[in-house]
């Protein structure tokens, strides 16, 4: 199976803070990678799909980037709603995968 | 707008079958181009892709949980289900079902667009 290996794991950054985020997968996987946001107790929401396609009605400041096995996604001005904790996915092939999750709090 | 909605027991003895069931509505689940998952996420932990149908029958499973996983779908009552048998304690988790599309032209596929439409989650706990 595909190892995805997020980093950070967490990161406290305050409002308005460009926030970066990136996975890294064990062998390419083009750019079939996805990025979710879950709040508590709450179910994943959908950012970013095909490593860099923006997910209809997501802000304009997250973005998706990257291709082989190297990915980032990027928060460009941080807003309250914003903090959660954040994965990827790829599904490149089966067992789809999941990187291990990075939390974003208040500095 | 489509939605879904996750149902079953919330308890499950050790050794026995947990059974869910994703309820779909506002949309048919025999789509050609959809495919139709299960996740799940232990307390305090991270996500874990469980398997994924297509209406047509087509399964893909998590080789970690794949002899005792059965995941299929019911164009009928357009519902798709889940099945873990010989659970433990390890199997307790939140259970989420989940719709992704696949995009394809002129015969190939190319790349799905994520999962886009989740149901709200179902808690399930094992133990006697």
């Known amino acids: 199976a595909i190892q995805m290996t997020q980093s950070p794991s967490s990161l406290s950054a305050s409002l308005g803070d460009r926030v970066t985020i990136t996975c890294r997968a064990s062998?390419?996987?083009?750019?079939?990678l996805s990025w979710y946001q879950q709040k508590p107790g709450k179910a994943p929401k959908l950012l970013i799909y095909?490593?860099?396609s923006l997910q209809s009605g997501v802000p304009s400041r997250f973005s998706g980037s990257g291709s082989g096995t190297d990915f980032t996604l990027t928060i460009s001005s941080l807003q309250p709603e914003d903090f959660a904790t954040y994965y990827c996915?790829?599904?490149?092939?089966?067992?789809?995968?999941f990187g291990q999750g990075t939390k974003v709090d208040i500095k | 707008q489509l939605q879904l909605q996750e149902s079953g027991p919330g308890l499950v003895k050790p050794s026995e079958t947990l059974s869910l069931t994703c309820i779909v509505s506002?949309?048919?689940?025999?789509?050609?181009?959809?495919?139709w998952v299960w996740i799940r996420q232990p307390p305090g932990k991270g996500l874990e892709w469980i398997g994924t149908?297509?209406?047509?029958?087509?399964?893909y499973y998590n080789p970690s949980l794949k002899s005792r996983i059965t995941v299929s779908a019911d164009t009928s009552k357009n519902q798709f289900s889940l099945k873990v048998s010989s659970v433990t304690a390890a199997d307790t988790a939140v259970y989420y079902c989940?719709?992704?599309?696949?995009?394809?032209?002129?015969?190939?596929?190319?790349?799905?667009?994520?999962?886009?439409?989740w149901g709200q989650g179902t808690t399930v706990t094992v133990s006697s």
């Open positions: 989940a719709r992704t599309e696949l995009y394809c032209s002129g015969g190939s596929c190319y790349y799905y667009y994520g999962m886009d439409v």
């Open positions: 506002g949309g048919s689940i025999s789509s050609k181009s959809y495919y």
């Open positions: 149908v297509h209406y047509s029958g087509i399964t």
């Open positions: 062998q390419g996987i083009r750019n079939d």
């Open positions: 996915l790829q599904d490149y092939n089966y067992p789809w995968t």
């Open positions: 095909a490593a860099s």
